[in-house]
């Protein structure tokens, strides 16, 4: 089923210019943050060819303490440690980390619950700014976070307890957004994480008319069934949103914030063999996998969670399911580590960039490492080199190639990355010449 699914997705887009290619993830902190086994936990999501993992960055546990400097990633009432060991973690097995920031600490409310909104909205957008900036790629040792979220499904109670919800949310939204590109410029963020329930469409509305300029990437949403025995085809009741109504919501977020084709990134999705059997659970996956493929606006989907734990009603793990092995086949197929891109047929020189997270554990921002690369069209080789490039602070590398491509013509890029260490990354691109 998945394999016809993925197919499908791949056809389709055939033509087109930038897909189907989808960050595909896990987001399970207890596995990758607490568990005692956590390192093992992200070799299980590298052999799945995972390339993106959420976290949720709690403010209230890594600042228990009003900060002096709120703004410094250094400031001595930081608890950032288990943080960091998940970036690193990341890092070293080539997968890129979401961070979404939540919870409220008492010093910042009144005393109130993490779930209350700050009672001055640049304490957060301080916050947001010193964890930006620790995972920018500056400093020695600590990972670049590529994605960053502003809260989580801030349009239910239970995660956003305000007399307005909108307009606190729109001021948490602007606040974090600012504290993204202040502390790193490169990062891309979304705003949104919105639950599937409670009015998403409606509250992304409201949220759009306090802020319509409001600078963010992408909008996220978690678009589970209406029940936790329905599937991805089940219908949501408007303005609640499920992965059948991405579409719609797509084309609201568009007019609502009179912007074209914004993003949307998928950050939660799971389904619990408490509620359905666990082939179904797998059908399921792959079913939701082709729905996110069939809209060239989703970039990413995050599935809840990688294992089961014991003593949780909830047991969406694909780990020992039929689940596992379709997330693996779909992530390696649609895996955007191995882009699809597009390159101009009336051009001579062409500049890519390729991840090669591994090699910068190893190495610092602009440290030379060694390119070798490959083009063939139809099977058949029209170009070969070897060059020297600098590995970005975010462990991206610049690579340009020197062909006329046709217009029209498919052509295999095959890359090879290596550093003075001997430690070495393979990409395969797709280029299509428009």
């Excluded at 600490?105 to 700014?129: K, L, Q, Y």
């Excluded at 949403?221 to 085809?233: E, N």
């Excluded at 779909?330 to 009336?346: F, T, Y």
């Excluded at 217009?407 to 890359?415: M, Q, R, S």
Aim: hydrophobic fraction near 45%; glycine fraction near 6%.
């Amino acid at each position: 089923m998945l394999a016809a699914a993925c197919s499908v997705a791949l056809l389709a887009a055939s033509s087109a210019h930038a897909a189907p290619r989808l960050y595909l993830g896990f987001l399970d902190d207890t596995s990758f943050r607490w568990d005692a086994d956590r390192a093992e936990a992200f070799d299980t999501a590298k052999a799945a060819d995972a390339s993106v993992i959420r976290t949720i960055v709690r403010w209230n546990d890594v600042a228990p303490t009003r900060p002096a400097h709120a703004a410094d990633p250094w400031d001595p009432a930081y608890r950032f440690d288990d943080l960091d060991e998940f970036m690193r973690s990341a890092q070293q097995r080539g997968i890129e980390a979401l961070l979404t920031v939540w919870g409220t600490p008492a010093w910042a409310n009144g005393g109130a619950a993490p779930n209350v909104p700050p009672g001055d909205a640049r304490d957060f957008r301080d916050f947001v700014r010193a964890v930006a900036s620790r995972y920018s790629g500056v400093y020695p040792g600590f990972p670049f976070a590529r994605f960053f979220s502003i809260w989580n499904e801030p349009n239910s109670e239970r995660f956003l307890a305000s007399d307005d919800p909108p307009a606190a949310y729109a001021a948490l939204a602007k606040a974090g957004v600012a504290g993204v590109r202040a502390g790193s410029p490169q990062a891309l963020v979304a705003i949104g994480e919105t639950a599937a329930r409670h009015q998403p469409a409606a509250f992304m509305t409201a949220v759009a008319r306090l802020e319509p300029t409001l600078d963010f990437d992408a909008w996220s949403h978690h678009p589970y069934p209406p029940t936790a025995a329905g599937s991805p085809d089940s219908a949501a009741a408007w303005p609640n949103v499920g992965l059948r109504e991405l579409g719609r919501f797509g084309r609201e977020v568009d007019r609502a914030f009179g912007r074209a084709s914004v993003p949307l990134w998928v950050t939660e999705y799971g389904e619990s063999t408490t509620a359905v059997p666990a082939a179904r659970q797998a059908a399921d996956l792959a079913r939701a996998v082709q729905l996110a493929c069939r809209l060239t606006k989703v970039e990413m989907l995050v599935w809840l969670m990688l294992r089961d734990h014991r003593g949780e009603p909830w047991q969406s793990g694909l780990v020992g399911k039929p689940s596992f092995h379709v997330f693996r086949t779909a992530a390696g197929s649609l895996d955007p580590r191995n882009a699809r891109v597009e390159v101009d047929a009336d051009a001579a020189t062409h500049l890519l960039r390729v991840p090669a997270l591994e090699l910068r554990w190893h190495n610092p921002a602009s440290a030379r490492v060694g390119v070798r690369y490959t083009l063939r069209a139809g099977g058949r080789r029209i170009l070969a080199a070897t060059a020297a490039a600098p590995i970005g602070r975010d462990g991206w590398v610049p690579v340009a190639l020197r062909f006329r491509p046709r217009f029209g013509e498919t052509y295999a890029l095959t890359v090879n990355i290596e550093d003075v260490h001997g430690f070495a990354v393979r990409r395969t691109l797709e280029l299509v010449a428009g």
